[in-house]
């Protein structure tokens, strides 16, 4: 298994719900990644998480809360958003924090309404 | 403030051509250099690291890296019009004693390969 599976693939909410981002991968890799993209710019990092503890936050909004159930889950809760906050967000996965490059998930394509 | 620049084009090549996509890079303590390829509408995709001076090749892809002149580059031999995406370079953005696994990248550069 080489692929870094996101749930759902689209996601329309409105600014007072509570949703959460799903990703898995069964690639035994123990790093794992939340990037945030908007049209036609890179991705940004938002979130590290080295061996199921989280190494890197950059300074992203408590409106987004990341979570590692375990080495093959990574979750984004999302509560309280804004429409600015519409984007794709991207999951991905490396065998360790440095090196080698990630394995992208598909994206979950997210609107606040 | 650690960049990566490239050139956003549209860089447009005739099928068949080389095409030559450029990337630099501020941190003179990144280690790892990558290029990722992103169609429309759809995740980025990992086609070649290189992390030493020097050329690596892969099939239709060669990818320079001149650590001297903090400057990584991406050919694509052949161009086909399936090769037409935009191209991310990314660059850890590591500290130079360590890394973190952070990637920074590059605004990318959109690659049209006419039939």
């Known amino acids: 298994d080489t692929e870094v599976t996101q749930t759902p693939k689209h996601l329309v909410m409105g600014m007072t719900n509570k949703k959460s981002l799903k990703c898995e991968q069964h690639?035994?890799?123990?790093?794992m990644y939340w990037y945030k993209q908007k049209a036609k710019k890179p991705p940004e990092l938002m979130f590290v998480y080295s061996y199921e503890k989280l190494s890197i936050n950059e300074s992203v909004p408590s409106r987004f809360s990341p979570e590692c159930p375990n080495s093959s889950l990574l979750n984004l809760h999302l509560h309280a958003l804004q429409p600015e906050d519409s984007a794709l967000y991207l999951c991905?996965?490396?065998?360790?924090?440095f090196g080698y490059g990630y394995t992208f998930g598909s994206g979950t394509r997210l609107t606040v309404v | 403030q650690k960049e990566v620049e490239q050139n956003s084009g549209p860089l447009s090549v005739p099928e068949g051509a080389i095409a030559s996509l450029n990337c630099t890079y501020s941190?003179?303590?990144?280690?790892?250099f990558f290029w990722y390829r992103q169609y429309s509408g759809k995740s980025p995709e990992l086609i070649m690291f290189?992390?030493?001076?020097g050329d690596k090749e892969d099939g239709r892809f060669t990818a320079q890296l001149n650590k001297a002149s903090q400057y990584v580059s991406l050919l694509i031999r052949d161009s086909q019009p399936s090769d037409s995406a935009t191209y991310l370079c990314a660059v850890n953005g590591g500290d130079g004693s360590s890394n973190t696994g952070k990637l920074i990248f590059g605004q990318g550069t959109t690659l049209q390969v006419k039939p």
């Open positions: 290189i992390y030493s001076n």
């Open positions: 941190d003179r303590g990144s280690q790892s």
């Open positions: 690639m035994g890799h123990r790093a």
């Open positions: 991905a996965s490396s065998q360790e924090p």
